[in-house]
C-alpha cells in the first residue's frame, strides 16, 4: 500500500501497481521453485567432485562405441555418445547446468517472446503442420526467441571462459519446431532436477531411522557412498550425449543436453540406488507430491 501511494498518479494507477506487484511476485516465486534445484546440484558438483582429482570409483569419464561413430539404432541410443575425460565432463555438466541456470532465470522474458513468435504471421514466418517424427507438430521459426537465446549462450560461455560440446541451438527444426516446444522443454528442468535434490536431501534423514541405518550401511555402504553413487551416475549418463539414434537430435548441442538427461530419468528404476529414490518418496518425474 505505501508503494501504490507513493507511485500512483495521472500515468500510472493504483491497478497498474498491483500488476507490477504481483508480476514481480510471480517471477521471485517461480525463481524460488525452478532455478533453486539447478543452484543445488552445481553445489553438489562442486563439493563431491573435482575436475583435477579423481576419487576412486568416482571418475565421470565417460565413451563408448556409439561416441567413436560404431553402433547404430537403438544400441547407439542406450549409450553414451561422447568421449570426455574426467575434468572435461566435470566442466560439460557445470556449463551445461549453469546454461540452464541462466534460461531459467530469464524465463518470464523468453515466455514473452515465445507468445510473440508464435503469433508473428508477418512473411516468411508463417507456420506449417509438419510430421516432425512425434507426430504433427507446427514448424515455425522463432527469430525473437532465437536471438534471446544465442544472448545468454553468450554470457555464459564469456563467464566459462572454454565452452565445450556444441554450440546449436534447435529452434524452428524438427527437434524443437516452434516457441513453445521451446518453453516446454527448459521447464522441465526443474521437474528433473527436483526429485534427486530432494531425495540427497532426505538420504541423511533416512538413515537416522534405525530400521533404515542398517540397510543403508550394510546394501548401499553409508550415507556418502548413496549420495556420491547417485550424483556420479547423473552426472556421467545424464551428460552423455545419449537418448537418439543420431548427434542431430543427442550429443552435446545446447538441445540434446535436456536429451541426455531425460534419458537418464527414464532408466532410474534400472538403477541400484533406484529403492533409495522409493524410500525418500519418489512416485515420478512427474509427481508433484514429491517434488513438493
Request: hydrophobic fraction near 35%; charged fraction near 20%.
Amino acid at each position: 500500500e505505501k508503494l501504490i501511494q507513493k507511485y500512483r498518479g495521472r500515468h500510472l494507477s493504483k491497478s497498474d501497481i498491483e500488476n507490477c506487484l504481483y508480476s514481480i511476485g510471480d517471477n521471485d516465486s517461480y525463481l524460488g521453485g525452478n532455478r533453486r534445484p539447478i543452484d543445488t546440484m552445481i553445489r553438489l558438483l562442486t563439493k563431491y567432485f573435482s575436475p583435477d582429482k579423481i576419487e576412486k570409483g568416482y571418475s565421470l569419464a565417460i565413451g563408448g562405441a556409439s561416441a567413436a561413430g560404431g553402433g547404430a539404432g537403438s544400441a547407439a541410443k542406450k549409450g553414451p555418445r561422447l568421449t570426455h575425460s574426467h575434468g572435461r565432463q566435470f566442466h560439460f555438466v557445470l556449463q551445461s547446468l549453469m546454461l540452464w541456470r541462466a534460461v531459467t532465470h530469464d524465463m518470464f522474458r523468453l515466455w514473452v517472446l515465445a507468445e510473440q513468435d508464435l503469433l508473428d504471421q508477418s512473411k516468411g514466418n508463417a507456420y506449417s503442420l509438419t510430421n516432425t517424427g512425434q507426430g504433427l507438430n507446427r514448424l515455425q521459426n522463432c527469430p525473437r526467441v532465437h536471438a534471446a537465446m544465442r544472448e545468454i549462450l553468450h554470457g555464459v560461455q564469456q563467464k566459462v571462459g572454454v565452452w565445450i560440446g556444441s554450440s546449436v541451438i534447435h529452434l524452428g527444426d524438427k527437434n524443437v519446431p516452434n516457441a513453445l516446444m521451446f518453453i516446454d522443454k527448459y521447464t522441465q528442468v526443474s521437474r528433473i532436477l527436483n526429485p534427486i535434490v530432494l531425495c540427497i536431501v532426505q538420504i541423511p534423514q533416512l538413515y537416522k531411522r534405525e530400521s533404515l541405518k542398517r540397510l543403508f550401511d550394510e546394501q548401499f555402504g553409508g550415507v556418502e557412498k548413496i549420495i556420491k553413487d547417485i550424483l556420479c551416475d547423473f552426472f556421467k549418463h545424464g551428460f552423455d550425449g545419449g537418448g537418439a539414434d543420431n548427434f542431430f537430435d543427442a550429443g552435446s548441442c545446447i538441445d540434446g543436453r535436456l536429451t541426455s538427461a531425460w534419458n537418464w530419468c527414464s532408466q532410474l528404476q534400472t538403477k541400484p540406488f533406484y529403492p533409495i529414490f522409493k524410500l525418500a518418496g519418489f512416485t515420478s518425474f512427474d509427481g508433484t507430491e514429491f517434488q513438493e
